[in-house]
Nanobody
Framework: QVQLDESGGGLVQAGGSLRLSCAAS????????MGWFRQAPGKEREVIAT????????YHADSVKGRFTISRDNAKNSVYLQMNSLKPEDTAVYYC????????????????????WGKGTLVTVSS
């Protein structure tokens, strides 16, 4: 099993920044990708950004492109989400996720491929 622990959420004013961290532990060997998802009240969980463990290739959803950046630290088995220019509509619970499924580079990981999930961290952006 893989355990994922998120941290870094909180309350921030619109236009501000936050950095989320996710540390993976346990049977992390074989992880192909990790990512960040979010779920706002009454909405489905959506992919925000993913990163492939081996080559660092990233995907960012259009809604956050240019504002959010996913990165990884292989030595620490950790991924990060730098969030800048935050908007009230970014308010949600943010989840870290991991997958041991290989996916061709022509496709991006969605929640369907993610097998491991953190408990989530709340991000609230005030207007």
């Amino acid at each position: 099993q893989v355990q994922l622990d998120e941290s870094g959420g909180g309350l921030v004013q619109a236009g501000g920044s936050l950095r989320l961290s996710c540390a993976a532990s346990g049977r992390t060997f074989g992880l192909f990708a990790m990512g960040w998802f979010r779920q706002a009240p009454g909405k489905e969980r959506e992919v925000i950004a993913t990163i492939r463990w081996i080559n660092g290739n990233t995907y960012h959803a259009d809604s956050v492109k240019g504002r959010f950046t996913i990165s990884r630290d292989n030595a620490k088995n950790s991924v990060y989400l730098q969030m800048n220019s935050l908007k009230p509509e970014d308010t949600a619970v943010y989840y870290c996720a991991g997958s041991k499924q290989y996916l061709d580079s022509a496709y991006y990981y969605t929640r369907n491929e993610m097998e491991y999930w953190g408990k989530g961290t709340l991000v609230t952006v005030s207007s």
